[in-house]
C-alpha cells in the first residue's frame, strides 16, 4: 500500500519552469519504480518520465527529453520532476504513479497513483 501526493502545479509563462513533487507514503519508498505521467483535456494520458529504484537509470517522452528531468531522493521518500524551458503543449494534470515492476514499466503495470496537480502553461 502506498500513497502519493502531488504538488507543485500551477500556472507559467512559455519558457518558464516549474518544479513539481510527490510525496510518498505506506511503504518502502525505495522499493518502487516511480513514474510521471500527464493527461491533458480531451487527450489519452501520456507517460512523460520514469525512475528506477536506484534512481541510475530515467528514462523520458521524446516530446519532453532535453526540457524535463526526472528525480528522486529517497531519504524524504519524494519523487521529483523538474520542467524547464516549458511549452503550451505541457498543459496538463500531471499525476505520478508507483510501479513494482523494474525496468521500464507500461502505464498499466503502475499499482499506485496520486491524484495529480495542474500544470498550465500560458503562450
Known amino acids: 500500500q502506498v500513497q502519493l501526493v502531488e504538488s507543485g502545479g500551477g500556472l507559467v509563462q512559455a519558457g518558464g519552469s516549474l518544479r513539481l513533487s510527490c510525496a510518498a507514503s505506506?511503504?518502502?519508498?525505495?522499493?518502487?519504480?516511480m513514474g510521471w505521467f500527464r493527461q491533458a483535456p480531451g487527450k489519452e494520458r501520456e507517460f512523460v518520465a520514469a525512475?528506477?529504484?536506484?534512481?541510475?537509470?530515467?528514462y523520458y517522452a521524446d516530446s519532453v527529453k532535453g526540457r524535463f528531468t526526472i528525480s528522486r531522493d529517497n531519504a524524504k521518500n519524494t519523487l521529483y520532476l523538474q520542467m524547464n524551458s516549458l511549452k503550451a503543449e505541457d498543459t496538463a494534470v500531471y499525476c505520478c504513479?508507483?510501479?513494482?515492476?523494474?525496468?521500464?514499466?507500461?502505464?498499466?503495470?503502475?499499482?499506485?497513483w496520486g491524484q495529480g496537480t495542474q500544470v498550465a502553461v500560458s503562450s
Open positions: 525512475i528506477s529504484w536506484s534512481g541510475g537509470s530515467t
Open positions: 505506506g511503504r518502502t519508498f525505495s522499493s518502487y519504480t
Open positions: 504513479a508507483a510501479s513494482r515492476k523494474t525496468g521500464r514499466p507500461s502505464v498499466y503495470e503502475y499499482s499506485y
